[in-house]
């Protein structure tokens, strides 16, 4: 029999190299209605510092699930090439199977983060071969688990994912979903037969609109629209606002604010967060709970640098049922 495990995730795998610069040589500007970050073109930028590390929502989760004691498989596909070993070692280090592809051409996925203002950053993604994992690359044997986790992934990879979905609800496998704001942007009914078995959705407020094509600034208003498309869990995250969470099953309506954190870097905040709030709902934990457990691993996250450098472990099940902060809930 193929090795049964807790959950698998199904997503990008990447290098990703923080590059540090000095606040002084970015500017800030409003040119495209929002802020954008200026260097002066022509000019060399000194760089005080290179941080290396593994990436991608479907590394990055697979590794909080392992921490938190989950028998945890990663799908996805990577290069045939130095970033590539990179990834695996990553895994094999984190007690994280791989069940994935190998490129024969092409390279593993790579991003260059500049957080050159505040806690602020922007991202280069390079997709790479995250972008093509074919289901011809899978062997649906090992495909055998509770929970599949989904990331978002592009092109031939999310055509993919939609055989997953197919697989999963013939064996009766639970779904969870953090969509991008490049597939949610799809709309609603372009990720219909993904949205149609998810048990849990994850993902934030302007992800939210744009998934229904929707200006609706009400969060619960958002979550009971979201609803109607199948998910029987939905959360909708809105930043310092805190996380919004509507739970079918109960009729329930939550609201969970952030504890005061001083913020390094948010990169992999998201991945965190979802790693803890699913994990509560896998071990059968009130959704109350699980939304501090999202909570807590996110902020761990965010207070450093690097997605998976301060997951939490184990011990997160239990600083979470001690914590104090309010979680509000409504009947709906």
Known sequence: MPQSFDIITIGSATVDVFMHTDPQHAHLTHTHHEKDVCYPLG????????????????????????????????LGKIGNDENGSRILKCLKDESVAFIGATAKKGYSGYSVILDSVAEDRTIFAYKGSNDQLAAADI???????????????????????????????????KIAFNPSLYIAALGAHHIARILAHTEILIFNKEEAQALLGDTDSNIQNLCMKVAKFGPKIIVITDGRNGAHCYNTHEHLFYIVMPAKVKIIETTGAGDAFSVGFV????????????LKMGMLNAESVIAHRGAKNILLG???????????????????
């Open 279 to 290: 994990a509560g709902i896998m071990n059968d934990k009130p959704t109350e709970t699980a």
């Open 139 to 173: 062997d649906f044997k090992k495909l055998n688990a509770q929970w599949f986790y989904f990331s978002s992934m592009m092109q031939k990879s999310f055509e993919t994912q939609k055989r997953i979905v197919a697989h999963a609800a013939a064996r009766k496998i």
């Open 43 to 74: 000019a060399k930028i000194l760089v005080k510092e290179l941080e290396f590390f593994i990436g991608g929502g479907g590394t990055n989760t697979a590794v909080g699930f392992s921490r938190l004691g989950f028998r945890t498989a990663y």
């Open 314 to 332: 184990k011990g997160l099940f239990r600083t979470a049922e001690k914590d104090r902060r309010k979680v509000e809930k409504k009947k709906i």
